[in-house]
Structures are given as C-alpha cells and as structure tokens.
C-alpha cells in the first residue's frame, strides 16, 4: 500500500482537520455511485478510507511516523535498512558486510552464531528459535490481515433518528450496527476482527456513512428543515396543523395572519448531537392556493387589499 499521506496527498505535518477535509474532498470524488462506468475508481476509494482510517487514528499514525508499522497496520521489519545494499552492516560498514568494530570493536566475532540466531537458529547462549541478545529476545508477532472498507447507506430519517443498521459482510454474514450521535456522511465505524484473515488474526471492517437525501427533509448542521404547505384559511385564521418529522407527526401552531417564509421551530426534533443534546425542526410556511377556486376568485374580486407588501425593496 503507498504512503497514507501521499494518498491523501497531505503533508506528513497536516492537521487533523486537513486530513478530514482532504479524505472528505476525495471520497466524494471517487464515490462509486459517481463512478459506475470507471471499476478503478472503487480500488482507489478503498485505498483513500484505509489511509483515513490509520491517520485519523492518533496512536497509529504516531507509530507509523516513527517506523513502528507499516501503511496497512502491519508491524514494520525491526531491521530497518540494514539488510539494504551490500548485506547487513549494522547501520555503519559501507556496504562490505560486517567490520569487528561495528560491534564495539571486539576480535574474532563468531559470524554464524549471528545469523543462525537472526534467521532462526539457536543463537550462541539463548534461547532456540530466538534473536541474538544484540536483537532483543522477542519476535515480532506475525501480521493481521487487510482492513475491509465498507459503504452503507442510512436513509435520512434513520441518521437522524438513530435507528439501527443492518450491513452484510463480504463473507455473507450480517451484522446491526448502532449508529453513534453526531453522525453524518464520511463518518467511520470499526468492526474489529471482520476484516481480510492474516496469520494474527483477521483485520477490521471499516465502514463510511452516506446519508441518503429525503424528499421532504433537508438537514442544516444538526437541525432538519422542512417545507410545510398549508391553506389560505390555515394562514388567515391560524391554529394547529399536523407536521411530519424524522419519528412521527406532531402537531403545530399556526399563528393567525402567518404569510408563506415564515418559520416555526420544533424543539429536539433534529439530529442527536454527541454531547447527548438535539437539535431542533425548522418548520418554514408555504401558503398553498388553488390554481382554480371560484369561490376564492369571487372573494379577492369584491375585496380591496390595502397597503403594499413591496414598499420595502422601493417597487
């Protein structure tokens, strides 16, 4: 896998904030749904979400900047460069195998002892199968398999009421997830160990949120907003009108002379928020007249409106 900072093509310095705004901009760019007719567009999504997921992750990228894994989340070699070049120098002989200075200038260094404590062997004093006590005394464990990255789609109603999931996995199994507060589009989830199978153990699952749009409701930051229509006579006259939200329909007061823009707010019928709080429904009016009444046509007729609803833009 290349460098997660290449493949998110931020600086190794970047911000958390830069690295979420540069996996927002390149999720949404390589989205399958907006990419049916390029197959390559899914293999470089999976790669942007695994590279998010190790740098979002302080821990990991802390220890993937400092050697200790690789880019998949693997244990990095313990060598380092050392088996570069021209065979193993201990990091200072140029490149024509080991000098008996490398090790602190002892003579007559039994070479085989520490290879065959290297690569397997006993080594001279220890234990068998182990390193030479100049390499610790520990192997390191043998590595997990790949991450499996995962796009689920939410309805709109679901994410903002918090109702559970269902995802089925690359291995036929399903699995209900608990959708957490504060959700939106491009948040993850991990299912550890639902990941590729590796000599340690299998990976994780990672799966990215895509809120599907609503026909009606549209969110604003952690607040829903819709479109009410309602009657002349609702407007005119005022009183209570039954409003659809994200759980189920409540009712509404209209105050009485309410023009269409106007808006109304329903408390806690937002998004949850992940300090546990919600946000609210903004209710805007949308008066609704018939294209043909004549009844309404009689009345406006024989009724002289006074004033001027425009005088303000100076029309």
Do not use: C
């Not at 190794?12 to 399958?32: F, N, Q, T, V």
């Amino acid at each position: 896998m290349a460098d997660p900072y290449s493949t998110l093509g931020v600086a190794r310095g970047a911000s958390e904030a830069d690295i979420k705004k540069a996996y927002r901009k390149l999720a949404k760019e390589l989205h399958p749904d907006r990419n049916t007719d390029n197959p390559k567009a899914a293999e470089k999504f999976s790669q942007v979400t695994s590279a998010y997921d190790l740098l979002s992750d302080k821990d990991k990228r802390a220890r993937f900047d400092r050697g200790e894994i690789d880019a998949e989340g693997n244990p990095a070699s313990p060598f380092g460069a050392g088996f570069g070049g021209g065979g193993f120098n201990g990091g200072r002989s140029g490149g024509g195998g080991f000098r008996s200075q490398d090790f602190g200038g002892a003579e007559g260094v039994d070479m085989s002892d520490i290879f065959e404590g290297l690569f397997g062997g006993r080594a001279a004093g220890g234990p068998a199968g182990g390193f030479s006590s100049g390499f610790g005394r520990r192997q390191q464990p043998p590595p997990k398999g790949a991450n499996a990255a995962y796009r689920l789609r939410v309805p709109f109603i679901d994410a903002a009421a918090l109702a559970p999931q269902r995802i089925t996995l690359a291995d036929g199994k399903t699995i209900d997830l608990k959708l957490p507060p504060g959700v939106e589009t491009g948040t993850q989830m991990r299912l550890t160990g639902k990941g590729e199978p590796g000599p340690g153990g299998a990976g994780d699952a990672i799966v990215t949120i895509d809120i599907q749009p609503h026909r009606h409701f549209t969110r604003d930051g952690d607040d829903v907003r819709l479109n009410l229509p309602i009657t002349l006579a609702e407007a005119v006259k005022g009183g209570p009108v039954k409003v659809p939200t994200v759980e189920k329909p409540v009712m509404l007061t209209v105050p009485k002379g309410s023009t269409s823009g106007r808006t109304l707010r329903l408390k806690g019928k937002g998004f949850h928020r992940k300090d546990g709080t919600r946000g609210d429904q903004l209710v805007t009016l949308m008066i609704d007249v018939p294209a043909e009444d004549a009844a309404l046509a009689a009345f406006v007729e024989g009724w002289s409106a006074t004033g001027n609803p425009r005088a303000d833009m100076g029309v």
